[in-house]
């Protein structure tokens, strides 16, 4: 978790930011919910980062 956290410091991540979004990981889940707008404006290969409502919105029309 450390390393990857590490990882994503290196990409602009603010350090509880980047410790959250590698716990996701290391938990495999598919996203990261947040209203933090320096967080959904980074791109994580290995995660979704996305905002709350736009996710309901994606679950509840289409499915996914």
């Given amino acids: 978790v450390l390393a990857e956290a590490e990882r994503l410091r290196h990409m602009g991540f ?3 930011d980047a410790l959250h979004v590698a716990c996701a990981i290391q938990m495999r889940c598919d996203y990261v919910l947040t209203t933090d707008r320096h967080m959904l404006n980074k ?3 290995k995660i979704g980062i996305v905002n709350p409502v736009d996710f309901l919105q994606r679950e509840v029309f289409y499915g996914e």
Avoid: A, Q, R
Wanted: proline share 0%; glycine share 0%; hydrophobic share 50%.
């Fill in 14 to 16: 603010k350090v509880i």
């Fill in 43 to 45: 791109t994580v290969k």
